[in-house]
């Protein structure tokens, strides 16, 4: 079945520096990726998307590119702020059997102290 | 136009007792689902329907969870005896059937069983 590994547990930078969370995953069928942000007491929300392969996708300062041959969906940022403190998920979807449900990583805590 | 709303918010339960979640999708959604996301982690599918049937419910612990969407519109997920290991965020979200289209998600009832 589908996979979804990202770089677990928390990530803790300073304002104005780079980040990259790790996202890959395993599907024998055609993907479609998925980041999503969960802010403290607020519902998960698309950040970006994409299907895809070796093209840019951004939003928000974030972004990412699908590279199929490595199977990963980084995300990045050149210059996080304070209110980039959240919870981020990669997810992947995809065409198998007309079944479309997302299947989520664990997620990473990103702090981003003053 | 309205997100996916879901009752209660948070919900305080001893071991054994029963509880009922509810939730409304977007209007026009045929594809709900519940998750389960344990503090700080990803959510965990639980079961999703499209329009009132079950497509997936085999990460639904099915002797004391159960789910319903009757009409294909709002659905209850209820706990018949909650443990300790139940104490989590239950998510309801909604999309449209569609890999590439993303899923939108409400704000959750934390559950926390004492």
Request: hydrophobic share 30%; aromatic share 12%.
């Amino acid at each position: 079945g589908d996979s979804v590994t990202q770089t677990e547990g928390l990530v803790t930078l300073t304002k104005g520096l780079p980040v990259m969370l790790n996202c890959t995953y395993q599907t024998t069928y055609s993907p479609f990726l998925f980041w999503y942000v969960q802010h403290l007491n607020e519902a998960p929300k698309l950040l970006l998307k994409s299907s895809t392969d070796n093209k840019r996708t951004e939003h928000q300062g974030f972004y990412a590119t699908l590279h199929k041959s490595s199977s990963s969906f980084h995300l990045q940022k050149s210059s996080v702020q304070l209110s980039d403190s959240a919870l981020y998920f990669c997810a992947l979807s995809d065409t198998s059997g007309g079944n479309y449900k997302p299947t989520f990583g664990k997620g990473t805590s990103l702090v981003v102290h003053p | 136009e309205a997100g996916v709303t879901q009752s209660p918010r948070y919900a305080v339960l001893q071991e054994g007792q029963a509880v009922s979640f509810w939730c409304d999708p977007i209007s026009g959604h045929d594809t709900l689902y519940w998750y389960q996301q344990p503090r700080d982690q990803g959510p965990q599918l639980l079961v999703y329907f499209r329009d009132e049937a079950v497509i997936d419910n085999s990460q639904l612990p099915s002797d004391r969870f159960s789910a319903v969407r009757p009409k294909g519109t709002n659905s209850t997920l209820k706990i018949q005896s909650a443990k300790q290991g139940d104490t989590a965020t239950y998510l309801c979200a909604s999309s449209f059937d569609n890999a590439n289209t993303e899923v939108f998600f409400g704000k959750g009832t934390r559950l926390t069983v004492v």
